[in-house]
């Protein structure tokens, strides 16, 4: 079955960074897009990051861009995160997710089929 494992979580300081991974198997998603998207307690589920097929066109949300760089290994199936900067509001579970249908980006949940089961990143002094 189709499996996204994240890693790379953990507890930093703030301006500290932290590199996330998310590790597809089951089948290849490398016509796929891929993205992030994190859930802080109390909080609905919100984007991050999307990537399309190739790792040409890249979306973000404000409160990351710039600071954040989403990039992909096809040969590996595997997405990566690259977080900089971290600030105590990016405290959240981080999901990977990736798209069945779609190639393109997308900032939207519905455009994903599969999910990870999450990593923790808390950003605290």
């Known amino acids: 079955q189709v499996q996204l494992v994240e890693s790379g979580g953990g507890l930093v300081q703030p301006g500290a960074s932290l590199r996330l991974s998310c590790a597809a198997s089951?089948?290849?998603?490398?016509?796929?897009?891929m993205g992030w998207f994190r859930q802080a307690p109390g909080k609905e589920r919100e984007f991050v990051v999307s990537?399309?097929?190739?790792?040409?066109?890249?979306l973000y949300s404000e409160s990351v861009k710039g600071r954040f760089t989403i990039s992909r290994d096809n040969a590996k199936n595997t997405v990566y995160l690259q977080m900089n900067s971290l600030k105590p509001e990016d405290t959240a579970v981080y999901y990977c997710?990736?798209?069945?249908?779609?190639?393109?980006?997308?900032?939207?949940?519905?455009?994903?089929?599969?999910w990870g089961q999450g990593t923790q990143v808390t950003v605290s002094s």
């Open positions: 089951g089948r290849t998603f490398s016509s796929s897009a």
């Open positions: 997710a990736a798209s069945d249908r779609n190639s393109f980006v997308s900032r939207y949940p519905s455009r994903y089929d599969y």
């Open positions: 990537i399309n097929w190739s790792g040409a066109n890249t």
